[in-house]
Antibody, heavy 121, light 107 residues
Framework: EVQVVESGGGLVHPGESLRLSCAVSGFTVTNNYMTWVRQAPGKGLEWVSSIYTDGATYYADSVRGRFSISRDNYKNTVYLQLNSLRAEDTALYYC???????????????WGQGTLVFVSS | DIQMTQSPSSLSASVGDRVTITCRASQSVGTYLNWYQQKPGRAPNLLIYAASSLETGVPSRFSGSGSGTDFSLTISSLQPEDFATYYCQHSYGILYTFGQGTKVEIK
């Protein structure tokens, strides 16, 4: 059974940092593309960052230079380091698998339940 | 960046109705278009990938169509469990974008 479990969220002040974790079971993060998506309270979904099987990383313009995605192959966990946090980063952060079905375009098929980041002074 | 625009933003419908949601991309994304359903307090759920392919386990009343810049999600006969918010998302290139969402409410 596949499980995706996020953790690490919390209440922080502007300018502070957090590290989010995404622990996976049922597939290996090394062999899959992984992504973070966030959702501000009452708002829509926003793609944040992805890490590819070759280790390449990509970021939305809104977080590039402040956030960093990485993975630990032994722990089968993906991380999102959030630095220089702003009030507008307040959101529920989801981790998801970015699957590429047999030559089909990417899609996010397995999602966790999210971890909440609240940035406030 | 490619912008995704959904319409309508919300709609009211009755059980048994046929419902269509549209999604327009600001430039061609081929068939790199996915649809998700999200219920309150829950994570999004993949319904349709590659514009028209039904994800395993998703009821056949859901269907997707389109290519290029214009896409649609159709629910052939709305069921009580289908009242939710629906999002389109392009996966063309490396910077993905979601539409703003369409909330389907009970009439």
């Amino acid at each position: 059974e596949v499980q995706v479990v996020e953790s690490g969220g919390g209440l922080v002040h502007p300018g502070e940092s957090l590290r989010l974790s995404c622990a996976v079971s049922g597939f290996t993060v090394t062999n899959n593309y992984m992504t973070w998506v966030r959702q501000a309270p009452g708002k829509g979904l926003e793609w944040v960052s992805s890490i590819y099987t070759d280790g390449a990383t990509y970021y939305a313009d809104s977080v590039r230079g402040r956030f960093s995605i990485s993975r630990d192959n032994y722990k089968n966990t993906v991380y999102l380091q959030l630095n220089s946090l702003r009030a507008e980063d307040t959101a529920l952060y989801y981790c998801a698998r970015d699957v590429r079905f047999a030559g089909s375009p990417p899609a996010f098929d397995y999602w966790g339940q999210g971890t909440l980041v609240f940035v406030s002074s | 960046d490619i912008q995704m625009t959904q319409s309508p933003s919300s709609l009211s419908a009755s059980v048994g109705d046929r419902v269509t949601i549209t999604c327009r991309a600001s430039q061609s994304v081929g068939t790199y278009l996915n649809w998700y359903q999200q219920k309150p307090g829950r994570a999004p759920n993949l319904l349709i990938y590659a514009a028209s392919s039904l994800e395993t386990g998703v009821p056949s009343r859901f269907s997707g169509s389109g290519s290029g810049t214009d896409f649609s999600l159709t629910i052939s006969s709305l069921q009580p469990e289908d009242f939710a918010t629906y999002y389109c998302q392009h996966s063309y290139g490396i910077l993905y974008t979601f539409g703003q969402g369409t909330k389907v409410e009970i009439k």
